[in-house]
């Protein structure tokens, strides 16, 4: 490809800089290999994770335990000036956020009269105050007699009955969905009440006073819609609900809880995710588990193995993510020159070999036949391997640990096996893509299924060639089609599960160029283009997640680390090596290069819920930069591959 105003890159930008920025990086990355083999790096969210954990603390009796008074004061830390809290830094207050944090500094004893309370109260009041909150947190408040049940979206436990051939069922939804609502459809049955002290009561989160304001359900439109339909059917259900025989619903619970129980096992909690185990946890005591149980303590055990704790205060992780950031330094340091012989990959190795997934999980009903094989995200998860993680694990195994044949058929035809209908790749299911599914009252979560995604084909393509296919085989001449459907009419794509068009617009250029597209493809031409042209005058890139909101700010904001490595590698793929953008996006990393060798990253660039929920990766701003400055070493730098810059 070319790119408008491509010039050759300077002399100095090819040997000792981009030599001494690599050696360093690879050395902070060595250091913090784990002793077990793996990588893994911290996995921040947002305050809703703290405050959903005190919620469950005092549940159980437990808010003036120390580590539930370290996670409070950690919660105050998050309050903006604005006096709400937001969903990622620099982001607008949110309700939900706002909302859950006063009700959870309410219950650790702080006093509404206080100032911090009374900013908090004004600017939840200025969002719509406890109704305008999303179903979830409205749910949250109802288990503690701060909504009424009869106005949070219906989840009747008898979903578990409805077969495969129904529309709706457990299985159409996305799998974090399904872990979420399998627990919540057992607490709706119950509707159980922990009592709150009358102070800790948030009636003032109310416009107009609890009584006086809609609490109901509500349409977006007036005019007729599927919401309203549904609106219609969740009335429906509670009106089932209240009549006295209920025929189903002592079966459906049963499966509901034998449906959580099977997949507590190999798992670090149910789904490996923090929202549903705190909802398996209540579920738990609604059918009459006590704190000491086995399965309780189970739960609670994992839920505080997410907990990172400091001097003065402690925050929640919303999940591990060892077999993502395992992968991604392996291969970070393979590109960069690391002797294959080096421990640190066969440690690697090791451990991924042994976190590989032998057992069939919720995929498998979708897909019968298929040999399981391939990775989760978390240290446990074995009903939950993703492609994501599955794909980066083989690109690892082809680059540093030829010869496990075996371990790579397997994921290899699980990989392939998981493809949907449309050519593309999803995370967990296939074919997991009915959007009507969305427009339920409990699904302003908005992530209710999972279809294919750009981001997650293009790394299936890369993980492909890797093996040796190319554009004509089957499965990758649909994919590539598949791929040009998605691109925006600016040649940008969108991305899932990073943040956002610059992740996704990485992505697939590196996989359309590793599996054989021409360079010169109007496509990969387009989207190249589009990347140059949304550079940022200090040479970096970067995007916020508001883009998810507005895409019209797609590839615009302060630069960061992991976005200017990704746009560096996506140019380089296209073929962009020797660009002026190229050129200033290395000077870039160069210049903002700390001591001890990683980037300084404050921004959130990965994606949890598009609108609803992102992550901050803190291996981010080390691996990728480094994979970055690897890629241009190789392309750019005479002699790089065969010699080695760190041992």
């Known amino acids: ?180 609502l399998v627990p919540l459809s057992i607490i709706w049955s119950y509707r159980p009440r922990f ?58 619970l ?59 205060d402690a925050r929640i992780q919303p999940c591990a993510s060892p077999v993502w950031d395992t992968a991604l330094a392996c291969i970070a340091l393979d590109e960069t020159g690391l002797p294959l ?17 032998r057992e069939e999980g919720d995929w498998s009903v979708a897909r019968r036949n298929l040999e399981p094989g391939g990775w989760c995200f978390e240290y446990a998860n074995e009903y939950y391997p993703d492609i994501d993680d599955t794909a980066m694990a083989l690109i690892a195994l082809a680059r540093v640990a030829p010869g496990r044949d075996a371990m790579i058929r397997r994921a290899l035809t699980w990989t392939l096996g998981m493809q949907c209908r449309n050519g593309g790749w999803a995370s967990f299911d296939a074919d997991n893509d009915r959007e009507l599914l969305c427009e339920f009252p409990f699904a302003d979560h908005n992530a209710m299924i999972d279809p294919p995604t750009a981001d997650i084909t293009g790394r299936v393509l890369e993980m492909l060639a890797a093996y040796g296919y190319n554009e004509r085989s089957g499965s990758v001449k649909s994919a590539i089609d598949f791929l040009r459907r998605e691109q925006e ?3 940008s794509w969108f991305g899932r599960w990073g943040v956002n068009y610059i992740y996704g617009t990485w992505q697939v250029l590196k996989g359309l160029s590793a599996i054989g597209v021409s360079q010169e493809d109007p ?10 042209s949304v550079q940022n005058p200090d040479g970096g890139w970067g995007e916020t997640c508001e883009s998810y909101h507005d895409p019209g700010l797609r590839g615009r904001g302060p630069s960061t680390a992991s976005q200017t490595a990704w746009a560096i590698m996506g140019l380089i793929a296209a073929g962009g090596v020797k660009s002026q953008a190229v050129r200033r996006g290395v000077e870039y990393l160069l210049g903002t290069q700390r001591p001890a060798g990683d980037w300084s990253e404050e921004h959130f660039t990965g994606t949890g819920f598009p609108e609803v929920f992102y992550l901050k990766y803190h291996l981010y701003p080390l691996y990728f930069p480094l994979f970055a400055l690897g890629m241009f070493a190789r392309a750019a730098v005479p002699g790089f591959a065969a010699a080695p810059v760190s041992h």
């Open 489 to 491: 009419p600016d040649g």
């Open 523 to 532: 496509c990969i031409v387009r989207g190249a283009h589009w990347l140059a």
């Open 1 to 180: 490809m070319t790119l408008t105003g491509e010039e050759q890159h300077s002399a100095a930008l090819t040997t000792a800089g981009v030599h001494e920025a690599i050696v360093k990086a690879q050395r902070c990355l060595l250091g913090l290999q784990r002793p077990s083999g793996e990588w893994c790096g911290e996995l921040e969210g947002d305050s809703i994770l703290e405050s959903e954990f005190i919620l469950l603390m005092e549940s159980i009796g437990r808010t003036r335990d120390p580590l539930t008074l370290k996670v409070a004061a950690y919660l105050r830390k998050q309050q903006t000036p604005d006096g709400g809290w937001s969903i990622y830094p620099g982001a607008p207050n949110d309700v939900s956020a706002t909302v859950k944090a006063y009700f959870a500094l309410k219950l650790m004893g702080d006093r509404p009269d206080e100032p911090h309370m009374q900013r908090a109260r004004e600017r939840a009041l200025e969002l719509g105050g406890a109704p305008a909150a999303n179903s979830f947190t409205k749910i949250y408040l109802a288990l503690f007699g701060q909504y009424d049940w009869e106005h949070v979206p219906a989840i009747p436990p008898e979903i578990m009955l409805l077969p495969r051939s129904f529309f709706f069922n457990i299985y159409s939804m996305s799998s974090w969905s399904r872990t979420i």
């Open 195 to 252: 009592s709150v002290r009358p102070e800790c009561e948030i009636d003032e989160l109310f416009p107009g006073g609890r009584e006086g304001c809609r609490r109901r359900l509500q349409a977006h439109t007036p005019f007729p819609s599927w919401r309203h339909f549904f609106l219609f059917i969740d009335a429906g259900l509670k009106f089932l609900d209240s009549l006295p025989v209920k025929p189903w619903r002592k079966r459906s």
């Open 341 to 357: 012989n080096h421990p640190s990959y066969e440690a690697a190795i090791q451990w991924l070999e042994e976190m590989e997934i």
């Open 254 to 312: 049963a499966a509901a809880e034998r449906w959580m129980l099977d997949r507590f096992k190999k798992s670090a909690g149910l789904g490996a995710i923090f929202p549903p185990i705190v909802n398996s946890i209540w579920a738990l005591h609604c059918r009459g588990y006590s704190l000491e149980s086995p399965e309780v303590k189970s739960q609670l055990d994992e839920l505080y193995n997410l907990v990172i704790e400091e001097k003065e």
